[in-house]
Protein backbone atom coordinates (compact mmCIF):
# COMPACT_ATOMS: atom_id res chain seq x y z
CA UNK A 1 0.00 0.00 0.00
CA UNK A 2 1.27 3.65 -0.54
CA UNK A 3 1.75 6.26 2.22
CA UNK A 4 -1.28 7.56 0.39
CA UNK A 5 -3.49 5.32 0.54
CA UNK A 6 -2.96 4.42 4.16
CA UNK A 7 -3.16 8.34 5.76
CA UNK A 8 -6.47 8.33 3.62
CA UNK A 9 -8.20 5.31 4.67
CA UNK A 10 -6.55 7.02 8.33
CA UNK A 11 -8.27 10.08 8.02
CA UNK A 12 -11.67 8.47 6.36
CA UNK A 13 -11.65 6.54 9.64
CA UNK A 14 -11.11 9.71 12.09
CA UNK A 15 -13.95 11.05 9.95
CA UNK A 16 -16.34 8.07 10.60
CA UNK A 17 -15.56 7.88 14.38
CA UNK A 18 -15.98 11.30 14.98
CA UNK A 19 -19.96 11.96 15.30
CA UNK A 20 -19.78 16.00 15.16
CA UNK A 21 -18.17 15.74 12.05
CA UNK A 22 -20.65 12.83 10.34
CA UNK A 23 -23.57 15.24 11.66
CA UNK A 24 -21.80 18.61 10.06
CA UNK A 25 -20.88 16.66 6.94
CA UNK A 26 -24.38 14.84 6.14
CA UNK A 27 -27.15 16.44 8.01
CA UNK A 28 -26.38 19.86 8.15
CA UNK A 29 -26.41 20.18 4.05
CA UNK A 30 -29.98 18.80 4.14
CA UNK A 31 -31.20 20.97 6.50
CA UNK A 32 -29.54 23.52 5.32
CA UNK A 33 -31.62 22.90 1.92
CA UNK A 34 -34.89 22.53 3.79
CA UNK A 35 -33.94 25.88 5.02
CA UNK A 36 -33.43 27.72 1.55
CA UNK A 37 -36.29 26.13 -0.06
CA UNK A 38 -39.22 26.41 2.47
CA UNK A 39 -38.35 28.95 4.09
CA UNK A 40 -36.90 31.53 1.86
CA UNK A 41 -37.78 29.70 -1.38
CA UNK A 42 -41.25 31.30 -1.38
CA UNK A 43 -40.26 34.78 -1.70
CA UNK A 44 -37.77 34.47 -4.49
CA UNK A 45 -38.71 34.05 -7.98
CA UNK A 46 -35.77 32.30 -10.19
CA UNK A 47 -36.40 31.50 -14.38
CA UNK A 48 -36.11 28.21 -13.45
CA UNK A 49 -39.66 27.80 -11.99
CA UNK A 50 -39.81 25.97 -8.51
CA UNK A 51 -36.63 27.55 -6.72
CA UNK A 52 -35.95 24.22 -5.49
CA UNK A 53 -34.51 23.40 -8.97
CA UNK A 54 -32.68 26.50 -8.63
CA UNK A 55 -31.32 26.47 -5.65
CA UNK A 56 -30.31 21.89 -5.41
CA UNK A 57 -26.83 23.14 -6.98
CA UNK A 58 -26.42 26.41 -4.57
CA UNK A 59 -26.46 23.92 -2.14
CA UNK A 60 -24.00 21.74 -3.08
CA UNK A 61 -22.03 24.37 -3.13
CA UNK A 62 -22.18 25.10 0.08
CA UNK A 63 -21.93 22.32 1.54
CA UNK A 64 -18.65 21.48 -0.23
CA UNK A 65 -17.55 24.65 1.96
CA UNK A 66 -19.02 22.91 4.96
CA UNK A 67 -16.81 19.82 4.97
CA UNK A 68 -13.79 21.40 3.29
CA UNK A 69 -13.46 23.72 5.98
CA UNK A 70 -13.22 20.61 8.13
CA UNK A 71 -10.07 19.84 6.72
CA UNK A 72 -8.64 22.62 8.50
CA UNK A 73 -9.77 21.07 11.82
CA UNK A 74 -8.67 17.51 11.14
CA UNK A 75 -5.00 19.39 9.88
CA UNK A 76 -4.82 21.33 12.50
CA UNK A 77 -5.44 18.60 15.25
CA UNK A 78 -2.68 16.82 13.65
CA UNK A 79 -0.54 19.57 13.99
CA UNK A 80 -1.28 20.22 17.53
CA UNK A 81 -0.84 16.54 18.74
CA UNK A 82 1.90 14.39 18.95
CA UNK A 83 0.99 11.92 15.96
CA UNK A 84 2.54 14.59 13.41
CA UNK A 85 5.87 14.19 15.07
CA UNK A 86 5.46 10.22 15.02
CA UNK A 87 4.58 10.70 11.23
CA UNK A 88 7.87 13.34 10.78
CA UNK A 89 10.28 10.52 12.31
CA UNK A 90 9.28 7.57 10.13
CA UNK A 91 9.91 10.06 6.91
CA UNK A 92 6.36 9.85 5.99
CA UNK A 93 5.98 12.45 3.16
CA UNK A 94 4.21 15.93 4.26
CA UNK A 95 2.02 16.02 0.68
CA UNK A 96 1.01 12.43 1.69
CA UNK A 97 0.13 13.35 5.29
CA UNK A 98 -2.39 16.27 4.13
CA UNK A 99 -3.60 14.07 0.80
CA UNK A 100 -5.12 11.65 3.63
CA UNK A 101 -7.48 14.62 5.03
CA UNK A 102 -8.09 16.03 1.41
CA UNK A 103 -9.17 12.50 0.62
CA UNK A 104 -11.07 11.76 3.58
CA UNK A 105 -13.14 15.61 2.84
CA UNK A 106 -13.42 14.44 -0.97
CA UNK A 107 -15.47 11.18 0.72
CA UNK A 108 -17.24 12.93 2.83
CA UNK A 109 -18.57 15.62 0.50
CA UNK A 110 -19.28 12.90 -1.78
CA UNK A 111 -21.52 11.15 0.86
CA UNK A 112 -22.98 14.90 1.48
CA UNK A 113 -23.46 15.35 -2.02
CA UNK A 114 -25.62 12.26 -2.58
CA UNK A 115 -27.57 13.17 0.21
CA UNK A 116 -28.98 16.72 -0.56
CA UNK A 117 -29.53 15.26 -4.02
CA UNK A 118 -31.77 12.61 -2.26
CA UNK A 119 -33.62 15.01 -0.11
CA UNK A 120 -33.77 17.47 -3.18
CA UNK A 121 -35.22 14.98 -5.64
CA UNK A 122 -37.93 14.07 -3.27
CA UNK A 123 -39.22 18.10 -2.41
CA UNK A 124 -39.43 17.90 -6.59
CA UNK A 125 -36.01 18.78 -7.84
CA UNK A 126 -36.04 17.56 -11.54
CA UNK A 127 -32.73 17.88 -13.09
CA UNK A 128 -32.32 17.01 -16.75
CA UNK A 129 -29.01 16.02 -17.53
CA UNK A 130 -27.87 13.27 -19.85
CA UNK A 131 -24.87 10.91 -18.92
CA UNK A 132 -21.91 13.14 -20.28
CA UNK A 133 -23.45 16.54 -18.65
CA UNK A 134 -23.96 14.36 -14.52
CA UNK A 135 -20.28 13.64 -15.58
CA UNK A 136 -18.97 17.07 -16.48
CA UNK A 137 -21.23 18.17 -13.35
CA UNK A 138 -19.78 15.73 -11.22
CA UNK A 139 -16.28 16.03 -12.09
CA UNK A 140 -16.68 20.37 -11.97
CA UNK A 141 -18.00 19.32 -8.10
CA UNK A 142 -15.20 17.41 -7.27
CA UNK A 143 -12.54 19.95 -8.95
CA UNK A 144 -13.82 22.68 -6.28
CA UNK A 145 -14.23 20.25 -3.63
CA UNK A 146 -10.40 19.10 -3.50
CA UNK A 147 -9.70 22.72 -4.29
CA UNK A 148 -11.50 23.89 -0.99
CA UNK A 149 -10.10 21.04 0.67
CA UNK A 150 -6.57 22.00 -0.05
CA UNK A 151 -7.00 26.27 1.06
CA UNK A 152 -9.23 24.38 4.43
CA UNK A 153 -5.44 21.94 5.39
CA UNK A 154 -3.63 25.95 4.21
CA UNK A 155 -5.89 27.19 7.15
CA UNK A 156 -5.51 24.26 9.81
CA UNK A 157 -1.27 24.45 9.08
CA UNK A 158 -2.08 28.25 9.47
CA UNK A 159 -3.83 28.38 12.58
CA UNK A 160 -2.29 27.90 15.95
CA UNK A 161 -5.24 25.76 17.67
CA UNK A 162 -8.09 23.28 15.84
CA UNK A 163 -10.74 26.14 16.81
CA UNK A 164 -8.86 29.34 14.79
CA UNK A 165 -8.47 27.10 11.86
CA UNK A 166 -12.65 26.08 11.68
CA UNK A 167 -12.46 30.34 12.06
CA UNK A 168 -10.16 30.84 9.22
CA UNK A 169 -12.48 28.57 7.02
CA UNK A 170 -15.12 31.22 7.06
CA UNK A 171 -14.36 32.89 3.93
CA UNK A 172 -15.20 29.66 1.91
CA UNK A 173 -18.53 29.52 3.73
CA UNK A 174 -19.64 33.08 2.92
CA UNK A 175 -18.35 32.95 -0.82
CA UNK A 176 -21.40 31.38 -2.15
CA UNK A 177 -23.76 34.39 -0.90
CA UNK A 178 -22.59 36.69 -2.92
CA UNK A 179 -23.03 34.51 -5.84
CA UNK A 180 -25.91 33.29 -7.79
CA UNK A 181 -26.05 30.17 -6.01
CA UNK A 182 -29.13 31.26 -3.85
CA UNK A 183 -30.45 34.11 -5.61
CA UNK A 184 -30.31 35.52 -9.06
CA UNK A 185 -26.91 38.08 -9.04
CA UNK A 186 -29.07 40.68 -11.08
CA UNK A 187 -31.26 41.03 -8.10
CA UNK A 188 -28.22 42.45 -5.89
CA UNK A 189 -26.96 46.01 -5.77
CA UNK A 190 -25.05 46.84 -8.96
CA UNK A 191 -21.87 47.69 -6.72
CA UNK A 192 -22.17 43.92 -5.67
CA UNK A 193 -22.62 42.38 -9.54
CA UNK A 194 -18.75 42.99 -10.52
CA UNK A 195 -17.89 40.58 -7.38
CA UNK A 196 -20.32 38.47 -7.76
CA UNK A 197 -20.22 37.56 -11.23
CA UNK A 198 -15.92 37.30 -11.07
CA UNK A 199 -15.59 35.44 -7.76
CA UNK A 200 -14.93 31.77 -8.47
CA UNK A 201 -17.89 30.28 -6.92
CA UNK A 202 -19.86 32.18 -10.00
CA UNK A 203 -18.47 29.83 -12.76
CA UNK A 204 -18.83 26.40 -10.05
CA UNK A 205 -22.41 27.41 -9.51
CA UNK A 206 -23.34 28.05 -12.61
CA UNK A 207 -21.66 25.07 -14.59
CA UNK A 208 -23.54 23.21 -12.26
CA UNK A 209 -27.00 24.66 -13.01
CA UNK A 210 -26.59 24.61 -16.64
CA UNK A 211 -25.33 20.82 -16.97
CA UNK A 212 -27.88 19.44 -14.52
CA UNK A 213 -31.16 21.36 -16.17
CA UNK A 214 -29.91 21.29 -19.85
CA UNK A 215 -29.16 24.76 -20.27
CA UNK A 216 -26.45 26.74 -22.37
CA UNK A 217 -23.15 27.21 -19.23
CA UNK A 218 -21.67 28.68 -22.50
CA UNK A 219 -17.70 29.42 -21.05
CA UNK A 220 -18.41 28.76 -17.34
CA UNK A 221 -17.43 25.08 -17.13
CA UNK A 222 -13.55 25.96 -18.32
CA UNK A 223 -13.64 29.53 -16.37
CA UNK A 224 -14.30 27.07 -12.99
CA UNK A 225 -11.82 24.71 -13.80
CA UNK A 226 -9.05 27.35 -14.53
CA UNK A 227 -10.50 28.94 -10.55
CA UNK A 228 -9.76 25.17 -9.20
CA UNK A 229 -6.55 24.67 -11.01
CA UNK A 230 -5.04 28.08 -10.43
CA UNK A 231 -6.01 28.13 -7.02
CA UNK A 232 -4.44 24.83 -6.66
CA UNK A 233 -1.10 25.72 -8.63
CA UNK A 234 -0.79 28.51 -5.39
CA UNK A 235 -2.16 26.08 -2.17
CA UNK A 236 -0.08 23.18 -2.98
CA UNK A 237 3.06 25.14 -2.22
CA UNK A 238 1.44 27.33 0.43
CA UNK A 239 0.91 24.15 2.30
CA UNK A 240 4.09 22.66 1.58
CA UNK A 241 6.01 25.79 2.62
CA UNK A 242 3.41 26.15 6.00
CA UNK A 243 4.02 22.40 6.63
CA UNK A 244 8.07 22.84 6.85
CA UNK A 245 7.13 26.17 9.12
CA UNK A 246 5.47 24.79 11.34
CA UNK A 247 7.43 21.39 11.74
CA UNK A 248 10.91 23.28 11.89
CA UNK B 1 47.12 2.06 17.08
CA UNK B 2 46.07 -1.56 15.39
CA UNK B 3 44.47 -1.81 12.13
CA UNK B 4 40.81 -2.47 12.27
CA UNK B 5 38.08 -2.86 9.58
CA UNK B 6 35.63 -1.47 11.81
CA UNK B 7 34.52 2.17 10.96
CA UNK B 8 35.46 4.80 13.33
CA UNK B 9 31.53 5.03 14.61
CA UNK B 10 31.12 1.49 15.10
CA UNK B 11 30.76 1.21 18.60
CA UNK B 12 28.90 4.33 18.88
CA UNK B 13 24.70 4.56 18.10
CA UNK B 14 24.80 8.34 19.19
CA UNK B 15 27.98 10.43 18.43
CA UNK B 16 27.41 14.45 19.23
CA UNK B 17 30.14 16.77 19.39
CA UNK B 18 29.44 20.48 20.56
CA UNK B 19 25.66 20.49 19.96
CA UNK B 20 24.24 24.08 21.08
CA UNK B 21 20.81 25.68 20.34
CA UNK B 22 18.76 28.82 21.69
CA UNK B 23 15.70 29.91 20.97
CA UNK B 24 15.45 33.29 20.37
CA UNK B 25 18.07 34.93 23.13
CA UNK B 26 17.55 32.04 25.40
CA UNK B 27 20.34 29.11 25.44
CA UNK B 28 18.83 25.92 25.54
CA UNK B 29 21.99 23.52 24.75
CA UNK B 30 25.85 25.19 25.21
CA UNK B 31 28.33 22.93 23.52
CA UNK B 32 26.75 19.63 24.27
CA UNK B 33 29.09 16.67 24.14
CA UNK B 34 27.49 12.38 23.87
CA UNK B 35 28.53 9.36 22.90
CA UNK B 36 26.10 6.13 23.38
CA UNK B 37 27.85 2.86 22.65
CA UNK B 38 25.55 0.13 20.80
CA UNK B 39 23.13 -1.69 22.52
CA UNK B 40 23.30 0.19 25.88
CA UNK B 41 20.77 2.42 27.35
CA UNK B 42 21.70 5.32 27.96
CA UNK B 43 19.86 8.08 30.14
CA UNK B 44 20.06 12.03 30.34
CA UNK B 45 18.98 13.10 34.07
CA UNK B 46 17.86 16.16 34.54
CA UNK B 47 15.14 19.11 35.25
CA UNK B 48 12.55 20.45 33.48
CA UNK B 49 14.21 22.82 31.13
CA UNK B 50 18.22 21.24 30.92
CA UNK B 51 17.69 20.69 27.18
CA UNK B 52 17.02 16.96 27.79
CA UNK B 53 13.84 16.78 25.05
CA UNK B 54 15.38 19.64 22.80
CA UNK B 55 18.93 16.88 22.56
CA UNK B 56 16.42 14.41 22.07
CA UNK B 57 14.90 16.25 19.33
CA UNK B 58 18.13 17.30 17.36
CA UNK B 59 19.20 13.43 17.68
CA UNK B 60 15.62 12.40 16.06
CA UNK B 61 16.25 15.17 13.17
CA UNK B 62 12.90 17.02 14.39
CA UNK B 63 14.76 20.10 15.55
CA UNK B 64 18.07 21.35 13.64
CA UNK B 65 21.38 21.94 16.28
CA UNK B 66 22.56 26.03 15.56
CA UNK B 67 25.90 24.80 16.17
CA UNK B 68 27.80 20.91 16.06
CA UNK B 69 27.19 17.85 14.90
CA UNK B 70 25.90 14.42 15.42
CA UNK B 71 25.62 10.71 13.80
CA UNK B 72 22.85 8.30 14.86
CA UNK B 73 22.96 4.47 13.47
CA UNK B 74 26.20 6.24 11.63
CA UNK B 75 24.22 8.90 9.88
CA UNK B 76 24.59 13.13 9.85
CA UNK B 77 21.21 14.00 11.66
CA UNK B 78 21.24 16.97 9.24
CA UNK B 79 23.08 15.41 5.90
CA UNK B 80 21.47 12.14 5.62
CA UNK B 81 17.91 12.83 7.84
CA UNK B 82 16.12 10.29 5.93
CA UNK B 83 18.15 7.58 6.90
CA UNK B 84 18.49 8.26 10.34
CA UNK B 85 14.97 8.56 10.44
CA UNK B 86 14.78 4.85 8.94
CA UNK B 87 17.01 4.12 11.93
CA UNK B 88 15.07 5.81 14.94
CA UNK B 89 12.19 5.76 16.38
CA UNK B 90 10.95 8.45 19.33
CA UNK B 91 7.98 8.10 21.89
CA UNK B 92 8.13 11.90 23.29
CA UNK B 93 6.18 13.12 26.03
CA UNK B 94 2.63 13.48 24.25
CA UNK B 95 1.40 9.92 23.26
CA UNK B 96 1.95 10.33 19.48
CA UNK B 97 -1.17 8.11 18.39
CA UNK B 98 -4.33 8.25 16.78
CA UNK B 99 -6.82 8.29 19.88
CA UNK B 100 -9.81 7.43 17.70
CA UNK B 101 -8.26 4.62 16.10
CA UNK B 102 -8.20 1.15 18.04
CA UNK B 103 -4.43 0.30 19.37
CA UNK B 104 -4.24 -2.47 16.66
CA UNK B 105 -5.60 -0.09 14.06
CA UNK B 106 -3.07 2.37 15.38
CA UNK B 107 -0.20 -0.20 15.27
CA UNK B 108 -1.20 -1.60 11.79
CA UNK B 109 -1.52 1.97 10.00
CA UNK B 110 2.20 2.37 11.76
CA UNK B 111 3.86 -0.92 10.55
CA UNK B 112 2.57 -0.47 6.82
CA UNK B 113 3.87 3.08 6.71
CA UNK B 114 6.92 1.62 7.30
CA UNK B 115 6.60 -0.31 4.04
CA UNK B 116 5.26 -3.54 5.42
CA UNK B 117 2.52 -5.33 3.36
CA UNK B 118 -1.12 -5.56 4.61
CA UNK B 119 -0.43 -9.50 6.11
CA UNK B 120 3.03 -8.59 7.52
CA UNK B 121 1.71 -5.55 9.19
CA UNK B 122 -0.96 -7.53 10.78
CA UNK B 123 1.11 -9.84 12.34
CA UNK B 124 3.74 -7.52 13.36
CA UNK B 125 1.18 -5.28 15.15
CA UNK B 126 0.02 -8.84 16.90
CA UNK B 127 3.47 -9.28 17.57
CA UNK B 128 4.08 -6.14 19.20
CA UNK B 129 0.63 -6.22 21.46
CA UNK B 130 1.45 -9.23 22.77
CA UNK B 131 5.19 -8.14 23.79
CA UNK B 132 3.32 -5.08 25.94
CA UNK B 133 0.49 -6.75 27.27
CA UNK B 134 -2.01 -5.48 25.14
CA UNK B 135 -3.17 -8.22 23.30
CA UNK B 136 -6.44 -7.81 25.44
CA UNK B 137 -7.04 -4.10 24.82
CA UNK B 138 -6.63 -4.27 21.38
CA UNK B 139 -9.88 -3.62 19.84
CA UNK B 140 -10.42 -0.66 22.05
CA UNK B 141 -9.96 3.06 20.97
CA UNK B 142 -6.95 4.39 22.43
CA UNK B 143 -8.79 7.11 24.11
CA UNK B 144 -9.99 4.75 26.63
CA UNK B 145 -6.47 3.67 27.73
CA UNK B 146 -4.80 4.31 30.85
CA UNK B 147 -1.93 6.20 30.66
CA UNK B 148 0.65 3.63 30.95
CA UNK B 149 -1.50 1.40 28.32
CA UNK B 150 -1.19 4.72 26.06
CA UNK B 151 2.65 5.09 26.81
CA UNK B 152 3.24 0.96 26.35
CA UNK B 153 1.42 1.23 22.52
CA UNK B 154 2.98 4.44 21.47
CA UNK B 155 6.55 2.38 22.39
CA UNK B 156 5.26 0.08 20.45
CA UNK B 157 4.22 1.97 17.39
CA UNK B 158 8.09 3.03 17.43
CA UNK B 159 9.10 -0.46 17.49
CA UNK B 160 7.35 -1.34 13.94
CA UNK B 161 10.20 -0.49 11.74
CA UNK B 162 12.89 -2.76 14.21
CA UNK B 163 14.70 0.60 15.06
CA UNK B 164 18.35 0.26 16.08
CA UNK B 165 18.30 3.35 17.94
CA UNK B 166 15.22 4.41 20.19
CA UNK B 167 14.36 7.84 21.59
CA UNK B 168 12.53 7.95 24.68
CA UNK B 169 11.64 11.23 26.13
CA UNK B 170 10.47 10.85 29.81
CA UNK B 171 8.95 7.82 29.39
CA UNK B 172 6.95 7.41 32.91
CA UNK B 173 6.62 10.87 33.24
CA UNK B 174 3.25 11.55 35.14
CA UNK B 175 2.73 7.23 35.19
CA UNK B 176 1.76 5.78 38.94
CA UNK B 177 4.29 3.13 40.31
CA UNK B 178 2.83 0.27 38.81
CA UNK B 179 2.48 1.55 35.18
CA UNK B 180 5.97 2.77 36.05
CA UNK B 181 7.30 -0.66 37.01
CA UNK B 182 5.99 -1.95 33.44
CA UNK B 183 7.63 0.69 31.72
CA UNK B 184 10.68 -0.22 32.75
CA UNK B 185 10.40 -3.86 31.90
CA UNK B 186 9.61 -2.85 28.73
CA UNK B 187 12.61 -0.72 28.28
CA UNK B 188 14.54 -3.85 29.41
CA UNK B 189 12.79 -5.97 26.86
CA UNK B 190 14.15 -3.56 24.32
CA UNK B 191 17.73 -3.72 25.07
CA UNK B 192 17.16 -7.47 24.80
CA UNK B 193 16.79 -7.52 21.66
CA UNK B 194 19.75 -5.33 20.89
CA UNK B 195 18.60 -2.01 20.61
CA UNK B 196 19.90 0.97 21.84
CA UNK B 197 17.91 3.58 23.80
CA UNK B 198 18.34 7.14 24.82
CA UNK B 199 16.37 7.99 27.52
CA UNK B 200 15.63 11.57 29.75
CA UNK B 201 13.94 11.23 32.83
CA UNK B 202 13.53 13.54 36.28
CA UNK B 203 14.26 10.19 37.98
CA UNK B 204 17.37 9.29 39.83
CA UNK B 205 16.12 6.14 40.79
CA UNK B 206 15.17 5.47 37.09
CA UNK B 207 18.28 6.26 35.43
CA UNK B 208 20.11 4.22 37.84
CA UNK B 209 17.22 0.82 37.32
CA UNK B 210 17.64 1.63 33.57
CA UNK B 211 20.52 2.95 32.43
CA UNK B 212 24.43 1.68 31.64
CA UNK B 213 24.93 5.04 31.70
CA UNK B 214 23.96 8.30 32.68
CA UNK B 215 24.56 12.03 31.81
CA UNK B 216 23.13 14.81 34.19
CA UNK B 217 22.44 17.20 32.20
CA UNK B 218 21.84 20.97 33.96
CA UNK B 219 20.91 24.45 31.94
CA UNK B 220 22.09 23.02 28.72
CA UNK B 221 25.07 21.15 29.60
CA UNK B 222 26.72 18.17 31.05
CA UNK B 223 27.72 18.21 34.26
CA UNK B 224 28.26 14.98 35.34
CA UNK B 225 28.90 11.38 32.99
CA UNK B 226 29.25 7.84 33.87
CA UNK B 227 27.48 4.69 35.01
CA UNK B 228 24.95 5.01 37.92
CA UNK B 229 27.34 3.64 40.35
CA UNK B 230 29.89 6.38 39.59
CA UNK B 231 27.58 8.99 39.62
CA UNK B 232 26.51 7.80 43.33
CA UNK B 233 29.77 7.59 44.48
CA UNK B 234 29.59 11.30 44.03
CA UNK B 235 26.19 12.28 44.13
CA UNK B 236 24.61 10.95 47.81
CA UNK B 237 21.68 9.06 47.99
CA UNK B 238 20.42 9.91 51.34
CA UNK B 239 20.91 13.73 52.98
CA UNK B 240 21.33 14.23 56.44
CA UNK B 241 19.61 16.94 57.97
CA UNK B 242 21.05 18.41 61.05
CA UNK B 243 18.91 21.01 63.46
CA UNK B 244 21.34 22.63 65.30
CA UNK B 245 20.83 24.31 69.03
CA UNK B 246 21.16 27.75 68.21
CA UNK B 247 22.00 30.47 66.11
CA UNK B 248 25.38 30.50 66.50
CA UNK B 249 26.31 27.01 66.53
CA UNK B 250 24.04 27.70 62.92
CA UNK B 251 26.22 29.53 61.17
CA UNK B 252 29.47 28.40 62.56
CA UNK B 253 28.66 24.58 61.33
CA UNK B 254 27.08 26.48 58.06
CA UNK B 255 30.28 28.08 57.57
CA UNK B 256 32.42 24.74 58.34
CA UNK B 257 30.55 22.84 55.84
CA UNK B 258 30.54 25.54 53.22
CA UNK B 259 30.71 23.26 49.65
CA UNK B 260 29.53 20.28 51.24
CA UNK B 261 26.07 21.93 52.13
CA UNK B 262 23.36 20.22 50.09
CA UNK B 263 20.53 22.27 52.10
CA UNK B 264 19.96 24.75 54.28
CA UNK B 265 16.66 26.42 56.33
CA UNK B 266 18.06 29.48 58.56
CA UNK B 267 14.38 29.50 60.46
CA UNK B 268 14.82 25.76 61.52
CA UNK B 269 17.88 26.35 62.15
CA UNK B 270 18.62 23.35 59.43
CA UNK B 271 21.28 22.18 57.61
CA UNK B 272 21.90 18.86 54.91
CA UNK B 273 24.67 16.99 54.35
CA UNK B 274 25.49 13.50 52.13
CA UNK B 275 25.48 10.46 53.41
CA UNK B 276 24.77 6.97 51.89
CA UNK B 277 22.68 6.46 54.63
CA UNK B 278 24.52 3.41 56.66
CA UNK B 279 24.91 3.98 60.59
CA UNK B 280 28.53 3.90 60.32
CA UNK B 281 28.61 6.46 57.74
CA UNK B 282 25.92 8.56 59.99
CA UNK B 283 27.64 8.49 63.23
CA UNK B 284 31.21 9.07 61.51
CA UNK B 285 29.38 12.55 60.06
CA UNK B 286 28.30 13.32 63.71
CA UNK B 287 31.54 12.50 65.22
CA UNK B 288 33.21 14.37 62.85
CA UNK B 289 31.19 17.49 62.78
CA UNK B 290 30.17 17.85 66.27
CA UNK B 291 32.73 15.75 68.41
CA UNK B 292 31.31 18.30 71.53
CA UNK B 293 28.46 16.57 71.17
CA UNK B 294 27.25 19.99 71.99
CA UNK B 295 25.66 21.46 69.08
CA UNK B 296 23.62 19.05 66.81
CA UNK B 297 20.43 18.84 67.99
CA UNK B 298 18.32 16.25 66.24
CA UNK B 299 18.96 15.32 63.08
CA UNK B 300 16.60 12.82 60.61
CA UNK B 301 17.88 10.86 57.07
CA UNK B 302 15.93 11.98 53.84
CA UNK B 303 16.32 10.09 50.38
CA UNK B 304 18.23 12.73 47.94
CA UNK B 305 16.28 14.31 46.21
CA UNK B 306 17.30 15.81 41.94
CA UNK B 307 17.92 19.07 43.48
CA UNK B 308 20.51 17.70 46.23
CA UNK B 309 22.27 15.86 43.24
CA UNK B 310 21.97 19.37 41.38
CA UNK B 311 23.32 21.12 44.50
CA UNK B 312 26.37 18.65 45.07
CA UNK B 313 27.04 18.64 41.37
CA UNK B 314 27.47 22.24 40.62
CA UNK B 315 29.65 22.85 43.90
CA UNK B 316 32.88 22.51 42.23
Same mark, same amino acid.
Given at each position: ?102 ? @?????? @? ?17 ? @? ?28 ? @? ?89 | ?5 ? *? ?7 ? $? *???? =? ?27 ? $?? =? ?50 ? *? ?12 ? *? =? ?23 ? #? ?27 ? #? ?21 ? #? ?26 ? $? ?38 ? =? ?52
Amino acid at each position: MSEYAILASRSIRLTRRNPDAVITALVLPVLLMLVFVYFFGGAIETSTGKYVTYVAPGVLILCAGYGASMTATTVSNDMTGGIIDRFRSMDTSSTAVLAGHVA @ASVARN @AAATAAVLGVAFAIGFRPH @AGTGQWLAAVSILLAYITTLSWLGAAAGLL @AKTPEAASGFTFVMLFLPYPSSAFVPVETMPAWLHGFAENQPVTPVIESLRGLLLDQPTGNSPWLALAWCGGLLAVTLPVCAALYRRRTA | MTATHA *RPDADWAIE $A *RGLS =KAYGSVPVLENLDLRVRRGSVYALLGPNG $AG =KTTTVRILATLTRADAGQARVAGHDVVAERSRVRRSISLTGQYAALDEEQTG *RENLRMMAALRGHS *R =KAAAHRADQLLERFGLTEAQGRRVA #TYSGGMRRRLDIAAGLVGDPQVVFLDEPT #TGLDPRSRRTMWAAVGALTAAGV #TVLLTTQYLEEADQLADRVAVLDRGRVS $AEGTPAELKKTVAAQRLDLTMAGHEAYEAMAARLAGRLLH =KAPEELLLGVATDGSAAHVRALLDELDPARAEVERFALHSATLDDVFMELTHE
